[in-house]
């Protein structure tokens, strides 16, 4: 679930933002991913609009954050938030089912850039963890107002 606010600028260009929050707990808790996950993701959106649809590509950097990861692997059940730059390039479509209303699909790849990052593993010694990029397909639906 999560909320977009769109600023169209003309006809062809708009400024957004969206944050995303996945309220189930994701499954793996390790060093770099775990818990529950708030995106935020802020760019530009170009497209062609009609009377009754329209089609965009877009590009937004953001962020993507882990409410649970592990950075001491001797205390298994506390971790800590993760956040790491996050980048959402794709497109989709708008359905105008009124002049306030309409109803969006949007596909992007978010790529997710995992920073460098120290974990103590069981025997104490602190290790480097080196940095990694992992692409994601990510399909939204949603019903949004128009002002």
């Known amino acids: 679930m ?10 062809h260009v708009s400024i957004e933002s969206v944050f995303t929050y996945f309220p189930r707990k994701h499954a793996t808790v390790n060093f770099q991913e775990g818990g529950r996950i708030l995106q935020g993701l802020f760019g ?16 937004r950097p953001g962020f993507q954050s882990y409410s649970l990861t592990l950075d001491d692997y001797r205390k298994a059940f506390v971790g800590s938030r993760f956040t790491n730059p ?28 995992f920073r460098r990052r120290t974990v103590i593993f069981p025997d104490g010694t602190p290790r480097s963890i080196p940095s990694f990029s992992t692409h994601s397909i990510q399909v939204l639906t949603g019903f949004a107002f128009r002002f």
């Open 86 to 113: 996050a980048f959402d390039v794709g497109g989709g479509v708008e359905f105008y089912t009124s002049r306030s209303t309409l109803l969006r699909v949007d596909v992007g790849d978010v790529m997710v850039h």
């Open 2 to 11: 999560g909320g977009r606010l769109t600023w169209n600028l003309n006809r």
């Open 44 to 59: 530009v959106k170009f497209g062609i609009r009609r009377e009754k649809a329209g089609v965009f590509v877009k590009f």
